[in-house]
């Protein structure tokens, strides 16, 4: 009986299957894949809104004003400067400012890749991101008109740091109002808590009381 049935098993075993197997430990690092993307992106999202964030781009802002203030006084010879130094100055001067202005686009472009087709919806954020680009590229791209173009920079620096203070306050006022609605759902709950308490207790009282007039 052994020998009979062992060539059935070998056939058996030899037969090929097309039933394909799915690796769990495979799709749950898929899984994990996903998962650690959506968690990466939740979290830049939320450093992106953080008033920490908006306070570090208002400094490197103003920084970068600064910076285009001084070429343009240099530049005009209404700051003195030596004549040997005037050039490394510059030099150093557009070197910080395209530096920095480098780190704006990088941050624009993080945002279109966290926000993606929402992004487009918020306009001031697209107007900044415009504002960021042409900044950019008059930095980058040398112009007959040194001073209109360092003029134009300025005001759109000035007015990346208004659009960033009202954003500040905006963030500020809702989250204010966040707070104040959480607090105030909390109160109501409370109140619910202590009139179920209350009957509760009332309850309790008219056992003891019925208790007490038994005996």
């Given at each position: 009986m052994a020998d009979a049935s062992s060539p059935m098993q070998n056939a058996d075993k030899e037969k090929p299957t097309n039933i394909e197997i799915e690796d769990p430990e495979e799709k749950q690092r898929q899984e994990w894949r996903w998962n650690d993307w959506d968690?990466?992106?939740d979290n830049i999202e939320h450093i992106l809104e953080?008033?920490?964030?908006?306070?570090?781009?208002?400094?490197?802002?103003v920084l970068d004003v600064?910076?285009?203030?001084?070429?343009?006084?240099?530049d005009h010879d209404i700051i003195k400067v030596d004549h040997h130094k005037k050039e490394h100055i510059e030099h150093g001067l557009h070197a910080t400012s395209i530096a920095i202005l480098a780190l704006f686009v990088v941050e624009l472009m993080?945002?279109?890749?966290?926000?993606?087709l929402q992004f487009f919806k918020k306009y001031f954020e697209v107007f900044d991101g415009i504002v960021v680009i042409i900044s950019?590229?008059?930095?980058?791209?040398p112009t007959s008109d040194s001073t209109a173009a360092a003029e134009l920079v300025i005001l759109a620096r000035l007015w990346r740091v208004a659009r960033i203070i009202n954003g500040i306050i905006l963030s500020i006022t809702t989250a204010k109002e966040e707070e104040i609605g959480k607090l105030k759902k909390l109160n109501q709950?409370?109140?619910e808590d202590n009139t179920r308490l209350r009957g509760e207790l009332e309850a309790i009282n008219?056992?003891?009381?019925?208790?007490?007039c038994d005996d």
């Open positions: 968690s990466i992106s953080t008033h920490r964030f908006h306070v570090i781009v208002i400094v490197f802002v600064v910076i285009v203030t001084l070429q343009l006084l240099i993080v945002k279109l890749a966290i926000f993606k950019f590229v008059l930095d980058v791209i709950k409370l109140e008219k056992k003891l009381e019925a208790l007490t």
